[in-house]
């Protein structure tokens, strides 16, 4: 049996959201990042779901998560929200300009 190779936290995250994008596909990410597809798609669901869970803590469902660290977490997330709409905006700007 080989060795099951681990991947830092900050590096998965790359990856679910360069997934959640939707510029690339799944296998094209995956060969550019040098792992399984399968890899990109179990870490773009893990992001998904992680983002329902913070929204059912906001109505309620809380899970022991303090308030500071789930304020935190949810500052960061709004913040690449606004970063990849700004993105989003500015390549179909390009896009419309080009074609």
């Known amino acids: 049996m080989g060795m099951r190779k681990h991947y830092p936290a900050e590096f998965k995250v790359e990856v679910a959201l360069e997934a959640l994008r939707g510029e690339k596909t799944v296998a094209q990410i995956a060969s550019e990042r040098e792992i399984h597809p399968a890899m990109v798609v179990r870490w773009r669901k893990a992001a998904v779901e992680g983002l329902s ?17 789930h ?4 500052h960061e997330l ?3 929200i606004g970063r990849l709409s700004t993105e989003l905006k500015w390549l179909e700007k390009t ?5």
């Open 53 to 69: 869970a913070i929204f059912a803590r906001e109505e309620g469902a809380g899970d022991g998560v303090p308030k500071a660290v």
């Open 71 to 74: 304020d935190r977490k949810a």
């Open 78 to 80: 709004y913040a690449e």
């Open 95 to 99: 896009v419309g300009r080009l074609g």
